[in-house]
């Protein structure tokens, strides 16, 4: 094709060429330009609704992970776990509603209480592993379940308190810290 057959099909260049459409004598956009965009909208759509389920961004407001975790800091978490977790694998679940038992030990009441209160706390034991919380003797973790502490041993309410917590009401693993808390302070 010569330079001359370019500039006549396309006088006003070729990207104006696909805002024509836009600009026809009767306005409006034509059948296959329509069901296009709508194509894309939805696409964009489905993308974020993805993004939506597949990650978190949660804000520390306790004191409970110190020294790895601050007040104010943003974490990224996944989710969708995939593979599974490891010992050491920081996590957020789901808050247990806690009450004590004859002998004075948290015991958790029902997690659906509380669906909207997150915790952060590490992975220190898996299905299978023994443990010793609080002077009771050593066990070992049952199947479905794992054992949670925090960083601040001092701070924290964990299974040092209410036991092993089933692995259903993990929702997600950290993957980074997206701001410290500390970023922006001074003096």
Do not use: C
Not at 156 to 185: A, K, N
């Amino acid at each position: 094709m010569h330079r001359g057959s370019w500039h006549t099909r396309y006088p006003y260049g070729f990207w104006w060429h696909l805002r024509a459409p836009l600009h026809r004598a009767g306005g409006g956009i034509s059948g296959g330009h329509m069901i296009l965009a709508i194509w894309l909208v939805i696409a964009a759509l489905g993308a974020l609704e993805w993004l939506r389920r597949g990650f978190a961004v949660v804000r520390i407001s306790g004191t409970s992970m110190l020294p790895s975790y601050k007040p104010g800091d943003v974490l990224l978490i996944r989710r969708r776990i995939r593979g599974r977790i490891r010992v050491g694998d920081v996590v957020v679940l789901r808050e247990p509603m806690l009450r004590r038992d004859d002998q004075g030990r948290l015991q958790i009441m029902d997690v659906r209480i509380r669906r909207r209160r997150w915790v952060v706390k590490r992975v220190a034991a898996l299905a299978g592993d023994p443990i010793e919380l609080s002077g009771r003797p050593e066990r070992m973790v049952r199947s479905g379940s794992v054992v949670v502490l925090g960083d601040n041993p001092d701070q924290s309410i964990d299974s040092r308190q209410f036991g092993p917590i089933g692995i259903s009401q993990v929702i997600g693993v950290v993957i980074q810290r997206m701001h410290d808390g500390t970023e922006g302070i001074s003096g």
